[in-house]
């Protein structure tokens, strides 16, 4: 069954051993950024320089249209016989928003909400980065409905790091 796996940072190796995953996004801040790791190919490797802000002037880096431009051009690109696996820092807001925003291209217009619902159950701890969200709704041309989904689930418990997810690719699934 084709997923895609949130993890934080410190987990990458782990998951990348454990799930063999074919595409990997990292989304770190341009100071922390990793370099493609061993047996990838750069073009299976996703890596976006941006920092987790909700507003284009609280940081250095923010995310922009070109990030989640370039994000739903790989996901959609991904053949989905072999995982995903997104992470950023902790698995919390960058990655999350990232798989969310995956999933709703993949999806399709009308499956916000039981992608945000889903996401919830799977991830207490998800709070996805409204910036890369709104950002989305406009690529996507979803007309605030992945912002109204996502702002639906609530903000989720608080957590200095994440925990492992798994979100099937699938609406039967979710």
Known sequence: ?????????ADLEMAIRRDRPSHIVTLLSPEHMIETPPGYSASNHLRLALDDVA?????????????????????????ATSPMVVHCWAGIS??????????CDRLGPGSEAEIARALRIRA???CPNPLM??????????????IDAIQSIGRGTIAA??????????????
Do not use: N, Q
């Not at 994440?162 to 039967?172: D, I, K, Q, T, Y």
């Open 94 to 103: 960058r990655s999350m928003a990232a798989a969310y925003i995956v999933l």
């Open 161 to 174: 790091i994440g925990e492992r997810v798994e979100l099937p690719v699938h609406m039967s699934e979710l």
């Open 133 to 146: 969200i709104r950002l989305a709704d406009e690529i996507l041309a979803r007309s605030g409905r992945m």
């Open 55 to 79: 507003d284009v002037w609280a940081g250095e880096a923010p995310p922009a249209k070109g990030h989640v431009e370039r994000l739903i051009t790989f996901g959609r690109d991904w053949p």
């Open 1 to 9: 069954m084709p997923t895609i796996i949130v993890t934080p940072l």
């Open 124 to 126: 207490p701890h998800a």
